[in-house]
C-alpha cells in the first residue's frame, strides 16, 4: 500500500509562491495518473492537476498558465509548484494515488492566500 503525505502549505500573499510536495510511502514508478486536489471551506473538493507515468500533465483552468505538477519517481514525490497565487486558491490541498481497487488520499496541507 502507498500512503501519500502532502507538505509545503502555509501563508503567503497574493502574488507569490508555494511548491507542495506529496511524498509516497512506496514506490510510484508503475502508478500511472497522480492528482492533486483542493478543497475549500464549505465547497466541494476539485480537481488541481494530474500528471501520468510519462509526464503528460493536465490542469484546471482555474490554474493552468499558474501552476505546474511535477513527479520524481527516484524520489517517489509528486510536486505542485504554484505561482501567482490568488485569494480565491486558499484552500487544503491533497494528493491523490490511484490504486488497483482504492484511491490514497493524503491528509492534506493548509494553503492559505492573504490578499
Known amino acids: 500500500q502507498v500512503q501519500p503525505v502532502e507538505s509545503g502549505g502555509g501563508l503567503v500573499q497574493a502574488g507569490g509562491s508555494l511548491r507542495l510536495s506529496c511524498a509516497a510511502s512506496?514506490?510510484?514508478?508503475?502508478?500511472?495518473?497522480m492528482s492533486w486536489y483542493r478543497q475549500a471551506p464549505g465547497k466541494q473538493r476539485e480537481f488541481v492537476a494530474l500528471i501520468t507515468s510519462d509526464g503528460r500533465t493536465i490542469y484546471a483552468e482555474v490554474v493552468k498558465g499558474r501552476f505546474t505538477i511535477s513527479r520524481d519517481n527516484a524520489k517517489n514525490t509528486m510536486y505542485l509548484q504554484m505561482n501567482a497565487l490568488k485569494p480565491e486558491d486558499t484552500a487544503v490541498y491533497y494528493c491523490?494515488?490511484?490504486?488497483?481497487?482504492?484511491?490514497?488520499w493524503g491528509q492534506g496541507t493548509q494553503v492559505t492566500v492573504s490578499s
Open positions: 491523490a494515488i490511484p490504486l488497483p481497487h482504492t484511491t490514497e
Open positions: 512506496g514506490s510510484i514508478a508503475s502508478i500511472n495518473a
